[in-house]
């Protein structure tokens, strides 16, 4: 089955694997909030980072050097192919990619020239990030499984500002933080997924 095929297939799953519900989560530079949903052979991480930590800023990206680097990042964190780098499966070709899904103010930003009426709608940003000048990035991965032994995230070697992650429980990215490691070593034990 083909990654776009799957995709089409996610559309009729149950929204009880929450790709449809919006993320709001914790926001700690250096940082990746994990919530671990499995349901059946599906396999679906929700995640919150900031934008600091993917980009090297959080504010609007205004100048050139920013949107190259935001088209740069987004590539390493939504192509197929480069999920591989971001999450290592026990045993290897365990896991495929079913569907990913990316949100962040970042990505809908625009500047209207003069002679363009502005319009408002939701998705016309045109600053990005919060009072304090924070902004993240929401991420869902799903992947369809056969038996994992463990899993690794491995954001830190793509991004090595991200130090640790924490887990939170119940597929929410709220609440208490349930185990938090150091990122080189966030691995789930199969066990764990069951």
């Given at each position: 089955m083909?990654?776009?095929?799957?995709?089409?297939?996610?559309c009729v799953?149950?929204?009880?694997t929450a790709?449809?519900?919006?993320?709001h989560g914790?926001?700690e530079?250096g940082?990746l909030?994990v919530a671990?949903?499995k349901?059946?052979?599906f396999l679906t991480?929700r995640m919150?980072?900031?934008?600091?930590?993917?980009?090297?800023f959080?504010?609007s990206p205004?100048k050139?050097e920013?949107?190259?680097?935001?088209n740069?990042?987004?590539?390493?964190?939504y192509?197929?192919?480069?999920l591989?780098?971001?999450?290592k499966?026990?045993?290897a070709?365990?896991?495929?990619?079913?569907?990913?899904?990316m949100?962040s103010?970042?990505l809908?930003y625009h500047?209207?020239?003069d002679?363009?009426?502005?319009?408002?709608?939701?998705k016309d940003?045109?600053?990005?990030?919060?009072?304090?000048?924070?902004?993240?990035?929401?991420l869902?991965?799903?992947?369809?499984c056969?038996?994992v032994?463990?899993?690794?995230i491995t954001?830190n070697e793509v991004?090595p500002s991200i130090?640790k992650?924490d887990?939170y429980?119940?597929?929410?990215?709220k609440?208490?933080v349930?185990?938090?490691?150091?990122?080189?070593?966030?691995?789930?034990?199969?066990s764990e997924l069951?």
């Open positions: 083909t990654f776009t095929s799957r995709l089409a297939a996610l799953l149950s929204i009880s790709i449809a519900v919006p993320l914790p926001h530079h940082t909030a671990l949903i349901e059946d052979s991480f919150v980072v900031p934008a600091q930590d993917l980009l090297g959080e504010d205004k050139p920013q949107k190259k680097k935001l740069d990042q987004y590539a390493k964190l192509k197929e192919e480069a591989s780098k971001l999450f499966f026990t045993p070709n365990t896991c495929w990619a079913y569907s990913a899904d949100d103010e970042m809908d500047e209207h020239t002679n363009e009426k502005e319009k408002s709608n939701p940003v045109h600053s990005v990030g919060n009072a304090k000048g924070h902004s993240d990035f929401e869902v991965y799903t992947f369809e056969d038996e032994d463990s899993l690794q954001f991004f130090r992650v887990f429980g119940k597929g929410e990215l609440g208490k349930l185990r938090s490691l150091p990122a080189d070593r966030a691995i789930v034990s199969g069951k």
